[in-house]
């Protein structure tokens, strides 16, 4: 599945900072190609609302 992160970081909780920094994003329009896990779902999950999220598998 590919992500984006469309959405600053300026005034996201710390925790949710650090869950997108785990997903490999760091500056906003940054775009990677992540494995859907059950790990990596609960993480895109968590803050989804930053994120554009394409090739998502219904599972």
């Known amino acids: ?3 984006t992160l469309r959405r600053s ?3 996201v909780p710390e925790r ?3 869950t997108v920094r ?4 760091r500056k ?3 775009t990677r ?3 859907d896990t059950p790990d990596v779902r609960g993480m895109v999950n968590r ?3 930053l994120l554009r999220i ?3 598998s219904e599972a």
Request: glycine share 16%.
């Open 47 to 49: 803050v989804a609302y």
């Open 22 to 25: 785990a997903l490999g994003l």
């Open 1 to 3: 599945m590919k992500i």
């Open 16 to 18: 949710q900072r650090a």
């Open 54 to 56: 394409e090739g998502q």
């Open 33 to 35: 190609e992540v494995r």
């Open 28 to 30: 906003t329009g940054d």
């Open 9 to 11: 970081l300026i005034g």
